[in-house]
């Protein structure tokens, strides 16, 4: 649970799927990423900052003593996995060391990448709920978030993301009528759609079908 809820660990695989999207995925994995990546920005610098300022709700382990699991310290990160992780008790210490409870950062993140990946990438993307869904239990396990901080924020993230991927949908198409017109022919949505030149072929067997 310790190394789900730790991003360094898994920092270098994230960045050579993201650098296969961006070159072997054509337009689609570069739309992808570059969605990603704003929808984080937004919801990193802006949306959870405010919350957990408006909010301020103490964590477990801020207001009561509750089991914690601590890694190794490695070089690289990953090899903290193959080292006997620490476990103790929270204690007066650990209440001035984190912000507030509410929202998770680690749940909100891995919400916003399941949902863009369910948008983008239909037959598979799903998959990534699984992940999120671990991550989100983890950080209970491990003293730093109530389950119902973890539960509002998956909801709250899921709106989130939607309504940003909404926005850049419309900018997509607003935008590029008066800046990229050609590509916007051949792209006509941002969101999780196949080229234009793709879709031709399938139009037209339809139509033969209609009429042979």
Not at 82 to 108: A, C, E, L, N, Y
Not at 144 to 171: K, Q, Y
Not at 184 to 204: D, I, K, M, Y
């Amino acid at each position: 649970m310790a190394a789900m809820s730790d991003v360094e660990i898994w920092k270098p695989l994230l960045v050579l799927i993201a650098l296969y999207a961006l070159i072997f995925r054509g337009f689609k994995g570069r739309a992808f990423v570059l969605c990603l990546g704003l929808t984080l920005l937004i919801s990193d610098s802006l949306v959870v900052p405010a919350l957990k300022s408006a909010v301020g709700r103490m964590r477990p382990k801020q207001a009561q003593s509750v089991r914690m699991v601590e890694l190794a310290k490695a070089r690289p990160k990953f090899l903290t996995l193959f080292k006997q992780p620490r476990i103790r008790f929270s204690d007066v210490s650990d209440r001035r060391k984190s912000g507030p409870s509410f929202p998770s950062g680690h749940v909100t993140d891995n919400v916003v990448i399941a949902v863009c990946c369910l948008v983008f990438f239909r037959r598979w993307g799903w998959l990534y709920l699984i992940v999120a869904a671990v991550i989100g239990y983890s950080r209970v396990y491990l003293g730093a978030h109530w389950p119902s901080d973890v539960v509002a924020t998956a909801f709250m993230a899921a709106g989130e993301a939607l309504l940003i991927l909404a926005l850049l949908e419309f900018l997509w198409r607003k935008v590029g009528e008066r800046c990229w017109p050609a590509m916007l022919a051949r792209h006509p949505r941002l969101l999780g759609v196949a080229e234009v030149s793709n879709l031709l072929p399938a139009r037209s067997r339809v139509e033969n079908l209609r009429h042979p």
